[in-house]
């Protein structure tokens, strides 16, 4: 059977989860692209605030309401939180049942849709995602007008490298924790290529159509961003050394107990495990689709220059 295609420009585009830390550069960039028309959908009792100058649609997250929020657009990106994924299915429906021609599901990951290397506290929640992106693929299937594309993106690095001083460096007091030999290679994409990522997507719907495309913009290692964070302040930066087995152990335990806060270890861990590449979205430039998309392919010092100037709402 031949592929679906989106031959059409896609012009109107809806965005769910506008105002979070995925959705604020995503609709930053579509609406300084120039090319889009930007409507935020947002849920009735929600205390958001949105960019100012976009249309925003509050309704109810009910097929019925969806549908009628959803008509007219061309395309809707999901960045719902992962609490809200449970909604997909229903946004879906919406979509299909309104003619938008591409669905952008609630990726922006690690991967874990195709690989088999998560580590298991985070079983669940791909299960979760899975089922609205597995969703997505069969209404594809049946409905070659309606289409999908998932963005993995590695891990988010200029933002996680300035919020989670467990990340391995604490960017306020200028100190690092190196976790085994920190020479664990991942992908990272900055906030504005995850941006850029969707931007990319919706300028190229037939190359991206019904597919997860691969983000980037680098594959480094915390030695390499310490050596940055270093040249970039003129400075030695204190390092204390851990390792990915305390940050699995602690986060094993609490997420056993079902106490809060074990996914940052977890995340650590998963990010940085020594030799298993579980953070790896594309190994090079070329196996990803980072050319396609138009991200910029960054540095360690431009990453640290930008982490370091980077305020946090
Ligand atoms: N690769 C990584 O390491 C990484 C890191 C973080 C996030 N992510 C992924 O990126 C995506 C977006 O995450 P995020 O951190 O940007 O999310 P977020 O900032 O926590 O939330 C985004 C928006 O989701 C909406 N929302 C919140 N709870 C909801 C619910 N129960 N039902 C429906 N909508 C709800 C809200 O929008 P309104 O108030 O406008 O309705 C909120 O502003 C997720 O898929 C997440 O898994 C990946």
């Known amino acids: 059977m031949e592929p679906n295609k989106a031959t059409s420009t896609i012009r109107r585009v809806a965005v769910f989860g506008a105002s979070g830390n995925f959705g604020t550069p995503i609709t930053a960039a579509l609406s300084q ?14 205390r958001s605030t949105f960019l100012p100058g976009l249309a925003v649609i509050r309704t109810a997250y009910t097929v019925e309401d969806l549908t009628k929020a959803l008509e007219g657009q061309d395309a809707v990106v999901c960045a719902v939180a992962p609490s809200g994924v449970e909604h997909q ?13 591409r669905f952008i599901v609630n990726d922006f990951g690690w991967g874990l849709r195709t690989q088999t290397h998560g580590l298991p506290e985070f079983r669940e929640t791909i299960k979760r995602c899975n089922v609205g992106w597995d969703y997505a693929a069969k209404r594809a299937e049946a409905n070659p007008s309606f289409t999908w594309t998932g963005i993995t993106t590695g891990k988010p690095i200029d933002w996680a490298l300035r919020k989670f001083p467990a990340m391995g460096f604490d960017v306020v007091k200028g100190t690092a924790t ?17 941006g ?4 990319g997507v919706l300028r190229h719907p037939d190359e ?27 400075r030695q930066w204190p390092v204390t050394h851990s390792t990915t087995e305390v940050m699995k152990m602690e986060g094993g335990a609490r997420y056993k107990a079902g ?15 020594p030799g298993k590449a579980r953070n790896v979205v594309a190994p090079s430039r070329e196996e990803s689709d980072a050319d396609l998309l138009g991200i910029v392919e960054e540095t ?3 990453i640290a220059e930008r982490v370091l100037k980077m305020r946090l709402n």
């Open 178 to 194: 190196i976790y085994d030999a920190g020479d664990e290679v991942f992908t990272g994409t900055m906030l504005e290529g995850i």
């Open 196 to 199: 850029q990522s969707v931007v």
């Open 300 to 302: 360690p010092e431009s």
């Open 259 to 273: 106490a809060g806060g074990w996914t940052l270890y977890i995340a650590v861990a998963q990010l940085l495990d």
């Open 89 to 101: 299915v229903a946004m879906v429906d919406a979509a299909e049942a309104a003619g938008v021609k």
């Open 33 to 46: 692209d120039g090319c889009f028309d930007v409507t935020i959908i947002t849920r009735v009792k929600s």
């Open 208 to 234: 991206t159509a019904n597919r997860f495309v691969k983000a980037r913009s680098i594959n480094t290692c915390q030695n390499e961003l310490l050596q940055a964070f270093q040249k970039v302040t003129g």
